[in-house]
């Protein structure tokens, strides 16, 4: 957890993950997909990640980031 606290080790998983997720051909992830991946990676939340879902599913409008 302590490795995550690195913004270069953040950065480089992060930015993996980001490319992982989407599919093939688009420049976003699904709003679903990128939810279950924060709370992967951060299972117990952060506060800002916990604001950040809350807002994100409230306000919808297309199904992806």
């Known amino acids: 957890r302590a490795e995550f606290a690195k913004p270069e080790t953040f950065s480089a998983v992060y930015n993996y993950t980001f490319k992982f997720a989407r599919e093939k051909g688009k420049t976003n ?8 991946l924060w709370n992967l990676f951060w299972p117990r939340g ?3 990640l916990k604001i950040g879902v809350s807002i994100t599913s409230k306000n919808k409008r297309k199904d992806r980031l």
Request: aromatic residues 0%.
């Open 46 to 48: 952060l506060p800002i």
């Open 29 to 36: 992830v699904e709003i679903d997909s990128a939810i279950a």
